[in-house]
C-alpha cells in the first residue's frame, strides 16, 4: 500500500530534550516536506527536500532541522524542544515534477506536546 | 496580508444541503488551485483541483476559482453526514510549494 509513515504519532516530551520524528515514504517521491499545523494557523510548512541531500527551509524553520540522507526517509529533529513547538506536525511527498498542482500525499501526523 | 484567507468555521448544516465554502488570495499570479479534505486524525487528502479560472465538477463536488475577485470557491451538493471534516484551500505558488489556508470545520447533522 502507498502511504506516507510517522512515528511516533503521538508523544508528551519536556523543554530542552531532544527528539526525532521519523517519516518513511514508500512510492519513490522526490520531494518531501514537513508541516506543523495549529488552530487559526492551518498548515505551515516547516522545511522541505527537492532530493536526496538537498533541503530548504520553509516559513517556520526556527527550532527545527532535517536530513534527507536517503530518498525515502525525512526525519524532523527538534534539538531542545520548547512549549511552541506543542502542535501537531505532518510529513508529506509528492512526485512533483514541476509542471502540475504537485499533490501532496501526508502521513496520519504526529501529535506533539511540550512540557 | 496573508496569502490565502479562509474562514475557519465551523459550519454546520443538515443533511441534503448545498454547502459553499470559501477561500480569497492574494497574489494574482497563482495559477494551481486545490480543495483537501482532512478527516479527524488524518492527514489532509487531495479532493480537487484547477489549473486557472473556471469550474470543475467531480459528482456532488464542485471547484471554482474566479481569478478576476481572486476568489476561489467548494460546493458540496446533496451534502452528508460522511462529508463532515475539515476542508483546506491550497494554491500552488511560484517553485515547488503550496500554501494554505486555516481550513473550514465542517459539520454535516443526519
Known amino acids: 500500500e502507498a502511504q506516507v509513515t510517522q512515528n511516533p504519532r503521538y508523544l508528551i516530551t519536556v523543554t530542552g530534550k531532544k527528539l526525532t520524528v521519523t517519516c518513511s515514504q514508500n512510492?519513490?517521491?522526490?520531494?518531501m516536506s514537513w508541516y506543523r499545523q495549529d488552530p487559526g494557523l492551518g498548515l505551515r510548512q516547516i522545511y522541505y527536500s527537492m532530493n536526496v541531500e538537498v533541503t530548504d527551509k520553509g516559513d517556520v524553520p526556527e527550532g527545527y532541522k532535517v536530513s534527507r540522507k536517503e530518498k525515502r526517509n525525512f526525519p524532523l529533529i527538534l534539538e531542545s524542544p520548547s512549549p511552541n513547538q506543542t502542535s501537531l506536525y505532518f510529513c508529506?511527498?509528492?512526485?512533483?515534477?514541476?509542471?502540475?498542482?504537485?499533490?501532496?500525499?501526508f502521513g496520519e501526523g504526529s501529535r506533539l506536546t511540550v512540557l | 496580508q496573508k496569502e490565502v484567507e479562509q474562514d475557519p468555521g465551523p459550519l454546520s448544516v443538515p443533511e441534503g444541503a448545498i454547502v459553499s465554502l470559501n477561500c480569497t488570495y492574494s497574489?494574482?499570479?497563482?495559477?494551481?488551485f486545490m480543495w483537501y479534505r482532512q478527516y479527524s486524525r488524518k492527514g489532509p487528502e487531495l479532493l480537487m483541483y484547477?489549473?486557472?479560472?473556471g469550474n470543475k465538477e467531480d459528482g456532488r463536488f464542485t471547484a471554482q476559482v474566479d481569478k478576476s475577485s481572486k476568489y476561489i470557491s467548494l460546493f458540496i451538493r446533496d451534502s452528508q453526514p460522511s462529508d463532515s471534516a475539515t476542508y483546506l484551500c491550497?494554491?500552488?505558488?511560484?517553485?515547488?510549494?503550496?500554501?494554505f489556508g486555516a481550513g473550514t470545520r465542517l459539520f454535516v447533522k443526519a
Open positions: 508529506a511527498s509528492s512526485p512533483w515534477t514541476g509542471g502540475d498542482t504537485g499533490e501532496l500525499f
Open positions: 484547477t489549473y486557472s479560472s
Open positions: 497574489n494574482s499570479a497563482f495559477q494551481y
Open positions: 491550497a494554491i500552488r505558488t511560484g517553485g515547488f510549494k503550496t500554501i
Open positions: 512510492m519513490n517521491h522526490e520531494y
